[in-house]
């Protein structure tokens, strides 16, 4: 090798050595604040999480999360809350963590009254900002839900199977809207029912909440069905960390939801199915390593990186209004 070759790769190890130990990790002040982006949540949307303040116990706080998913790239975030409207949360949290689209909605639960309230549905909607993007059926306190424990809950359906008049309206209101109709905890028969009505109301945006999770499991001849009736299908990943394995005792017997299973689903139609965790809960993973564990685990049960574009990003910007 010529001398001046043999000097040159000498003293460009040198500068290589140097730079390793004398170059900062980061190039400024901003960017420190920042790690690298994890490029599977970049640009992601988190479409169900639960955070305090909040009447369950909760591992983290609505500011903290909207930071954590800020600083991991997420495009955006929508809590939602069993017993409280988050909308008015979402416009606080924008101006406290900009760079990232903040929404919120409202669970019509018992606190709201026995029969599903249209009132407060409007008056999430014009709360400050207009950040509400969905109006949740009854969850805990859902006919279906509370029929399991001999109570009555807060009903969806009359007692001959029919929407009843006050859901219609609801229904309504987020068709004139643009927002969200999501089924909450009605049962698989019943969102299929919702499903067909919201069509003939006309919905453009009716979310089949946590389409996946038992007991609320629709099984793939209902999933089509809704999907006919131009629902989306929602997928939390919670169900995954459920049965013998889990940290949650109540959960070590209930079915969980394996990766093949989300994978079938979303094969029906990647166009109108979205991921999104529901965590937010103590003992469960975070919900953005509950996101990173979900991204990951579609692609180990084989499905595309076009469909994990598609159910991660942009399904919920669709149905958020961001595009
Ligand atoms: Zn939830």
Known sequence: MPSSRREFLKSAAVVGAAAVTAAPLFADKASAATPPVDKDLEGVIEMHVHADPDVRARCIDQLTLTQQCRRNGYRAIMYKCHDFCTADNAYLLRSMVPGIEVFGGIVLNLNYGPRVNVQAARMATQITGHYC?????????????????????????DESGKVLPEVVKVMELCRDENIIFATGHSSPEESVILSAKAREVGVKKFVVTHSTQAPWFLSLDQAKKCLENGAYLEHCVLPYYKGPHSLLPKYFEARQTTMKDFAEYIALDPSHQFLATDCGMSKMPGPVDAMRDFIHGLRGAGVSEKDIDTVSRKVAAGLLGLD
């Open 133 to 157: 993007r969905c109006i949740w059926m009854p969850t805990y306190q859902s006919a279906y839900d509370m029929k399991k424990a001999g109570k009555t809950g807060v009903p969806v359906l």
